[in-house]
C-alpha cells in the first residue's frame, strides 16, 4: 500500500491496520517515507483521530525503534510520574528522592521546557555540575544503587517519536489525543516501569484547556500502558494559575529544596504529596493513600527524602551544597524588582502562559529546541486568585538580566495579573483520580 493511499484513508475518516502502522514508522524510520507524507498524515489524524488499535500500534512501533532500560536485575517496584507540563510546575525534583526514599525505584525521566512551560532538565542543570545526560546503562546502575536518577531522554528511547514530534512541533499537530498519547507512552514505557503515574494538567496553562479533552487523553494512556502490564493511574490537576511561587530555572530548584526540607507553597506541597501517594500505592508499598501519606511525611521529616536527593545530585556531578544553602550556590539575577499592584481589589486571575511567555522573553526558556536558557531569571508570584490587594502591595518580584528584560516581565505581569472586585469561582488544585476502572471527581475545591 503506498503511503500516499494510507494517508488519503486516514483523510476520509479510515483506519491505518496495525501492520500498516507498524510497517509505515519502519519505513520512517529507515528514511524511505519523507516528512511532508508524515505531516500529512499528522494533519489527517489531528482531524480524525485514531482507534485503540491504531493508538496502540502507533505506540509500539515508537517503543520498538529504540533501546530499553534494563531495570528488570532491580527487586524493588519501579514507578515514574509525568507531567503533561505547565508553568512553575517544579513537582518532580521533590517527588523522585521521597518516593526514592520510601523504597520505590524511580527512573525519572524528563523533558526540557520548550514554548510557554519550562523543563525539569533545564531547571536541574541549573545546579552547578549536574549532568542530566546519562547512558542507560548509567541510569540503571544510578537506579540500582540510589534507588532514583533524574535524567532527560537519551537518543537511543523511542527515536521515532523524537523525529515525529519535532514535525508535529513544526506543522501544528501537537494538540491531538491520540498522538500525545502514544508519544508519551512510547518513552515512559521504554524505561522498564511496574507502576506509572500520570499528572494530567488541565486550565489556560496546559495542553489540554478543557476537562473532557483532558480525560480523554489520561484514559488513552492508561489503556496503553495497562494493557503492557504496567499500573497506571492519572491525577488532574489545575494549571489555571502557575503553580507555586517560583518560576524559572534556580528559583524552582531552591523552591524544589524547601518542600523536600517540609516547607514549600502549599500547592506544590499538595500536588506533590498527591501524585506521591499515587505511586507509593502503585508500587504495593502503601495499602491506600492515607498510609502513603504518612510514609511521605516521615521521608521528609526525617530528612531522608533530602538526603537522596543530595546522594542524587552528588552521584550526578552536582554540587551538593545547593541542599543546604540554595541561594549560596544557584546563579542569581543581578536585577531584582518588586512589582506592585496598580489598584486596590481582589485578584481574579494569574494567567499562567503569558507569565510562562514572559520568562521565556527573560530568557528563561526556550522558543527552539537548540536554544540555551538562562538559569538565573524568572518570576516569583505572591498572589493568587481571590486574594484581596490594597494599591501599592507587592504582587511579583521579576528576576532579571538588565533593565530591558525587567521592564518587559513587569509589563508582561501587568497583563497576567487581573483585578476585579468580589470572589472569583475557586478551582479544584487536584480535581479527578483516573484509574482503568473509571474517574472519580475528588472533593474540592480548594482554596489555595
Ligand atoms: N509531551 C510529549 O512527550 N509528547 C507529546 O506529544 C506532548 C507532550
Redesign the pocket.
Known sequence: MSVVDLIERKRNGGALTPAEWRDLMARYGAGDVPDYQLSALAMAVYFRGMDDAEIEALTTAMLESGRTLDLAGIAAPRVDKHS??GVGDKVSIPLAPMVAACGVAVPMMS?RGLGHTGGTLDKLESIPGFRTRLTLEETAAQVARLGCALIGQTAEIAPA?RRL?AL?DATAT?EAIP??SA??MS?KLAEGLTGLVLDVKTGAGA?MTRLEDAIRLARTMIALGERRGCRTVALLTDMDQPLGVACGNAVEIAESIAVLRGGGPADVREVTFALGAEMLVVAGVARDREEARAHLHRAVESGAALERFRAVVVAQGGDPRVCDAPEAVLPQAPIREIVRAERAGVVQRVEPRTIGRAIVALGGGRTRVEDGVDAAVGILVHVRPGQALAAGDPVATVLARDAAGAAEARTAFGRALVIGEGIPPMRSLVSHRITGQGVEELPGPVQR
Do not use: A, P
Open positions: 503533561t507540563g523533558g517519536d514530534y508535529r501537537v498522538l500525545i508519544s508519551i518513552k495542553f
